[in-house]
């Protein structure tokens, strides 16, 4: 264990408390100051916090204590605000996009490299324990080969009322950098490969509303993929399924921070052992040390005797022994797993500012590839439906 760096958090709105409230019970790091455009607000929460109250930006960039800026801020503010921290010698740890166009992403890279400082960014998606176990099933190969790709996310937008920052493309980027960064990243990772948009089109809310549904098809590699986000729906049916079609099988992970993985697949005798070893044990790993506990059941869905085992696809043959269904499920739900991988990303991220040696899973080329795809698939057509 090495000794916690000392952060100082920017933007304090109700996902910058939650991340303050996740740091707090990170050992590898320590808040030591706060800021936030709202100064009751930042007094209240850095008195709360025994942090120290800056009252500008400027200030949290130049204090003493601070190692690392944090940023919550809109994503608006993130190119300018980075910038700012790298030329005051901090390193940042910043959410998600890392800007909103790729020349800030490309002057960031060029200072960081210059200032000798990192920049992490905040893709809880890669620490989530059931995203993890999806690209632990995949780069087995007990499925075949990934074949296709598919994003469907109706995401609610009850709390994203008119006037809202995120309708505001100057402001938010828009659908796809502001939110749709997270899944071009996931799926860069689960495919192997860095990714090019093929295609993509938005619907405006009536003839001058804002954009509020997307979709796009892209390429990773070899693999297909299509992706649609739309913000219109009561929070309580939202609903992100990410499918992953291979060879030999489905697998189903569900939720935009998701909890649950369901898959089906036919196996032979050492796959079925294999893929029941991946779940075994009760726990799943998530990165930086942290694990998440799960619940998990296989079942046995139809067994093959004799010639029956033979299959054919893609013109290969293959010999299964048994269909069968997994569902996986995390039973700590949806938060206090969301609150784990912010823990375990800002830990990776912590052991890279002191061991300069050491490489996180999340790069700045990391964040500027998904933010290019977000800005390629921002370019497409834009249409207002002729419905209500």
């Not at 030591?32 to 209240?44: E, F, P």
């Not at 990773?220 to 060879?247: M, N, Q, S």
Request: aromatic share 8%.
């Amino acid at each position: 264990m090495f000794e916690p760096v000392r952060l100082g958090i920017s933007g304090l709105g109700g996902f910058g408390r939650f991340a303050l409230d996740a740091f707090a019970r990170t050992p590898e790091v320590r808040v030591v100051a706060v800021h936030d455009a709202d100064g009751q607000r930042a007094a209240r929460i850095g008195g709360a916090a025994r942090a120290a109250v800056c009252a500008t930006y400027a200030e949290l960039v130049t204090h003493p204590e601070v190692e690392v800026v944090y940023l919550a801020t809109p994503p608006s503010a993130h190119g300018p605000q980075v910038l700012e921290a790298l030329r005051n010698g901090r390193h940042v740890f910043v959410e998600k996009p890392l800007a909103t166009s790729p020349d800030e992403a490309d002057a960031i890279a060029r200072l960081a490299a210059q200032a000798g400082r990192k920049v992490g960014i905040n893709y809880v998606l890669r620490f989530n324990p059931i995203y993890r176990l999806a690209r632990r099933i995949a780069a087995s190969g007990l499925l075949g080969s990934l074949r296709h790709m598919s994003l469907e996310n109706d995401a609610a937008d009850e709390f994203l009322q008119p006037g809202h920052w995120f309708w505001d493309p100057a402001v938010s980027g828009g659908i796809w950098v502001e939110h749709g960064v997270h899944f071009f990243d996931i799926a860069a990772q689960l495919a192997g490969a860095r990714g090019e948009i093929e295609y993509s089109q938005a619907w405006r809310r009536g003839p001058e509303g804002p954009v509020d549904r997307v979709v796009a098809l892209a390429r990773f590699g070899d693999v297909p993929a299509t992706f649609y986000h739309a913000f219109d729906k009561p929070a309580r049916i939202e609903r992100t399924t990410f499918r992953l079609a291979h060879d030999v099988g489905y697998i189903d992970v569900l939720g935009w921070m998701p909890v649950a993985l369901e898959a089906e697949a036919i196996l032979d005798e050492a796959g079925l052992s294999a893929l029941t070893a991946l779940v075994s044990g009760g726990i799943l790993e998530m990165g930086a040390g942290r694990t998440a506990p799960i619940r998990a059941a296989l079942d046995l869905v139809q067994g093959y005797p004799g010639q029956e085992r033979r299959t054919r696809g893609r013109w290969a043959d293959r010999e299964v022994s048994h269909r069968v269904r997994l569902a996986v499920e995390c039973p700590e739900g949806k938060m206090a797993v969301y609150a784990r991988t912010i823990q375990a990303g800002v830990a990776d991220f912590a052991r890279g500012v002191r061991d300069p040696s050491y490489r996180p899973e999340v790069t700045l080329a990391d964040a500027a590839a998904s933010l290019g795809l977000a800005v390629a698939a921002a370019g497409g057509a834009v249409c207002a439906p002729t419905g209500p």
